[in-house]
């Protein structure tokens, strides 16, 4: 049954019986992928003939119209293998099946698409549905990586992979490159610093709290920039003018009041009560999270309030000095509950994961962006709590930035460390010892399906996650962390080159998705950079002395350290505000003068509309 459908389709068809499950080989044709691509208004590039010169413009792909079209000569490769590879998915996730052409099969509902049913159907019919990776491109792609140290070949992983692929590392290596400046700054501020000077007490670290504000303004301003650049070249800037509705959305049918054409429609006043389910599942998790955060900082003796309900004394006494934890422990032993932590954050991090996901599938949102937004939501939320409240903690609460320092220390390395492990050798390993197995099971000699079976599915949004928590820990307590932008880069550069091999050799080969930019994601760190700016000057004013250098009269001197004088607080305050209400000012100056895409962008955007009106009008 499942065959005869995707034939009916257009599309081609190969049984195959592995060692235990059955197996389809789904092979393109190029009348169904014209078909599905005329009907998705695929744009492509066509010649057109226009005062007196043929041009090429981008327009609507026509089947009927296909001898114009730029490629047309080789139809094989006319559809890039990204195009293929999401033409095929959307044609395939086309297919509907009703529960009375499966007796012997329960669906979740009576009828739908045929896939996702068939996914969550009891017993479940289709256990893995995916793209095979194309081993002559896999491997020319790697190859492009190997031999460019610097370089990324965006376009390849764009023709590979698709757009939303590429644009993840059109932003890794702008990440990169941006952090060159203020990261050879840190690296010759702590290279330089006097001997004996801390982050407390150091001067120049106010100097580099202000940098690191202005330089995320503008990160994220010229980000933009770069991101419209190539969206324009790819042709997917306009992209999400039109939804991708999930095949696993249902709800009740009605005439949508837009199109008057039957649509699925689900009521919010339903959504309500599942939302409400989601928060409920989430506070468990962010009790657990605040949980292993008490324990860390009691064995790191950062709990001085005896009266605290976060205080256990068994605990801290493990930070007292000469303690296995303390400071002056010979062995460091002060980094290991940082280092525990982080590990217990990235545990607790895995289980919400999929608590997350079962949420935001059982919230059925209608588009895929709406499913995506629903879980960024959760996700950077609970890993930011995980991840930054015992920093806020011992920031603005303790106000102690050496106490600071050496906890950042920990969790960044921690975390990076962590994500080589977890993310490229141990999948690495895992994939290979399976596919070593079945490959002694199997007699066949042509085991693609085999190997792409025992690959990880790609996780981006986890990519995506860290890079922002990443970018948290460079911004935010810039003045207590200096290197962090220096380490950033080399691990950026190593994330990457680590990304990619996962990508074309530890798991499946994803859907290639169009995308008009980074969504979402760009929104997040806009919002981190204002908390950036804002969490820099508390460090500055009132966690540390970087500020007391320059207004030495506001501060006196006893029980070995430096406060605030009586009655000189509103005017320190005064001036922690002023600075930031003075950076948050040149971040509104900024984007009002940077034009958010480049001049040739907005003229090359202005003459594909006219362009394309030219050529409608010259079809009437």
């Not at 034009?595 to 090359?604: E, I």
């Amino acid at each position: 049954m499942i065959k005869q459908k995707i034939l009916d389709v257009g599309l081609d068809v190969e049984e195959e019986n592995l060692s235990e499950v059955k197996a389809f080989r789904i092979k393109t044709k190029f009348a169904a992928l014209a078909e599905q691509a005329e009907i998705l208004k695929y744009e492509k590039l066509r010649r057109f003939a226009w005062q007196g010169k043929t041009i090429e413009i981008m327009t609507d792909f026509k089947l009927n119209d296909f001898q114009h079209f730029i490629g047309s000569d080789d139809v094989q490769n006319f559809f890039k293998p990204a195009e293929q590879n999401s033409l095929m998915r959307s044609l395939l996730y086309s297919i509907t099946l009703e529960q009375k052409e499966v007796n012997d099969v329960i669906l979740e509902r009576n009828q739908g698409y045929m896939i996702p049913l068939l996914m969550h159907s009891s017993p479940e019919i289709i256990e893995e549905f995916h793209p095979l990776h194309n081993d002559t491109q896999r491997a020319e792609t790697w190859r492009e990586f190997k031999n460019n140290l610097l370089r990324i070949p965006f376009d390849s992983l764009r023709d590979y992979f698709g757009e939303e692929v590429a644009l993840y590392f059109v932003f890794m290596d702008f990440f990169m490159m941006s952090l060159l400046f203020p990261g050879l700054l840190g690296l010759y501020f702590y290279l330089t610093r006097p001997v004996g000077m801390d982050v407390d007490h150091s001067q120049r670290l106010l100097y580099f709290g202000l940098i690191m504000m202005i330089w995320g303004i503008l990160f994220v301003t010229l980000f933009q920039r770069r991101q419209a650049t190539f969206t324009y070249r790819w042709n997917t800037y306009d992209f999400e003018k039109v939804p991708e509705i999930r095949p696993e959305f249902f709800g009740e049918m009605r005439i949508s009041p837009v199109t008057d054409k039957l649509e699925k429609y689900y009521p919010t006043r339903k959504r309500l009560p599942r939302y409400f389910l989601s928060v409920l599942l989430t506070i468990p998790m962010l009790l657990l999270g605040l949980g292993a955060m008490t324990l860390s900082l009691n064995l790191n003796g950062y709990v001085k309030d005896h009266s605290s309900p976060f205080y256990f004394a068994r605990l801290c006494a493990y930070a007292e000095p000469g303690g296995i934890f303390a400071q002056d422990n010979p062995y460091n032993g002060w980094i290991i509950p940082t280092i525990l932590h982080s590990v217990v954050i990235f545990i607790i991090n895995s289980i919400y994961r999929r608590i997350a996901e079962w949420c935001t599938d059982m919230e059925n949102h209608r588009t895929q962006s709406d499913w995506n937004n629903s879980l960024i939501f959760k996700r950077v939320l609970f890993e930011a709590f995980d991840c930054y409240l015992a920093l806020f903690y011992i920031a603005f609460y303790r106000l102690e930035i050496n106490f600071l320092r050496s906890e950042l220390v920990g969790l960044f390395w921690g975390d990076e460390i962590r994500r080589l492990f977890t993310e490229v050798f141990i999948p690495f390993l895992t994939s290979h010892f399976k596919r070593a197995s079945l490959e002694k099971k199997s007699k066949r000699e042509d085991i693609t399906i085999i190997e792409d079976t025992v690959l990880d599915e790609y996780e981006q949004f986890d990519d995506y996650l860290e890079m922002v928590i990443q970018y948290g820990y460079v911004t935010l307590f810039a003045s207590a962390f200096p290197l962090a932008s220096i380490i950033t880069i080399i691990f950026v550069a190593i994330e990457i080159k680590s990304d990619a091999f996962k990508l074309l050799h530890i798991t499946k080969r994803p859907f290639a998705r169009r995308s008009a930019g980074i969504g979402v994601w760009l929104n997040i760190m806009c919002v981190m950079t204002v908390m950036a700016i804002i969490s820099n000057c508390m460090l500055i004013g009132f966690s540390s002395e970087q500020l007391e250098g320059f207004i030495p009269q506001f501060y006196t001197f006893h029980d070995n350290d430096h406060f605030i004088k009586e009655g000189f607080g509103r005017y320190v305050v005064a001036i922690v505000f002023a600075i930031e209400h003075f950076i948050l000012l040149c971040g509104a100056v900024a984007v009002w003068i940077i034009p958010l895409q480049p001049a040739w962008v907005r003229n090359g955007k202005l003459r594909k509309a006219y362009l394309q009106s030219e050529f409608l009008s010259s079809q009437l």
